[in-house]
């Protein structure tokens, strides 16, 4: 009979509890250093301009202020600007959705001669970089009449070789019983599509969706080449103009203003979609 000592077994069981409140403080930590900036860019925002450069720097304004949020709305059309961004970003996103769930099944399920070649040289798109390619899409664009307008906007970005590879892997791992059975009911493709596949790939088209979204809302360079009417400009191209709204120096209070106009509308997507998103990750482990 062997005899066990308490004293390392309660050891054995205290370990995990310190590890578990070691890992859980780092993450704390991480989060603070994560926010800083954005607390920062808040308090930044709500001082006045004579405080902003103060020394020693004031980590909370001791007088805090709306003007630079007004003064924001008095510069440009906000409303507009934002209605515009918001008009070309979820216009953006559906299409992407639309079109990068169709690819990812087309390539997931279908099979005809070339696919994997064609897929692989789809990919390698990816590693291309958007400043070589910038130039024959303006050109298209341009012949097409598409400047100055929501099309040369919107259109150019539906299209994208990341939505469809995520979308494919996401079919991949979905089980083929689920189309078999559909199809012994009498369902077409698009109707196996379409009711069946699509709706349980909602994890997959949160992440996509939100990835879209953001990568739209804060889009400069191409918006910056297609629009010059400022009935069009959108979010990003109106911070631009802040930091040349005063001549000899920029106003950072007024910056950071617009900044959180920007950014409140990415934070609200992010948490409406984050329980998605992550059954999205954790559905990727699915297997047929």
């Given amino acids: 009979m062997t005899l066990r000592r308490p004293g390392r077994a ?20 991480g989060a603070v250093v994560m926010l800083l ?28 202020t709306l003007e630079a949020y007004r003064e924001v709305a008095r510069s440009f059309p906000i409303v507009r600007v934002f209605l515009n961004t918001l008009l070309v970003a979820a216009a953006t996103t559906l299409g992407q959705l639309m079109v990068s769930s169709m690819s990812g099944y087309a390539f997931a399920r279908f099979h005809f001669a070339g696919r994997d070649l064609l897929f692989a040289a789809y990919l390698a798109t990816l590693m291309v970089p958007f400043a070589v390619t910038v130039t024959p899409l303006f050109i298209v664009v341009k012949a097409l009449g598409w400047t100055n307008s929501y099309w ?42 379409s009711r069946v596949m699509l709706p349980l790939s909602g994890p997959a088209l949160a992440t996509l969706g939100v990835f879209s979204f953001m990568a739209s ?6 918006p910056l080449l297609i629009v010059n009417d400022p009935r069009l400009m959108t979010l990003p191209l109106a911070l631009a103009t802040l930091q040349g709204l005063y001549p000899g120096q920029t106003q950072w209070n007024l910056v950071m203003a617009g900044t959180v106009i920007a950014v409140i509308p990415m934070v609200v997507v992010f948490l409406l979609a984050q329980r998605w ?3 999205g990750v954790t559905a990727s482990g699915l297997k047929g």
């Fill in 10 to 29: 309660a050891g054995r069981r205290a370990r995990p509890d310190w590890a578990r409140w070691g890992l859980t403080l780092l993450a704390g930590l």
């Fill in 37 to 64: 900036p954005f607390l920062w860019m808040l308090s930044t925002s709500l001082k006045p301009a004579s405080a902003v450069l103060s020394l020693p720097p004031e980590l909370l304004p001791r007088e805090p």
């Fill in 152 to 193: 040369g906007l919107v259109v150019p970005a539906l299209f994208g070789a990341f939505g469809t590879f995520l979308m494919r892997q996401f079919f991949l791992a979905l089980p083929a019983e689920l189309e078999e059975a559909a199809v012994l009911d009498g369902a077409s493709t698009f109707t196996t599509f």
């Fill in 217 to 222: 809302w804060n889009s400069f360079l191409w």
């Fill in 277 to 279: 998103v992550v059954e």
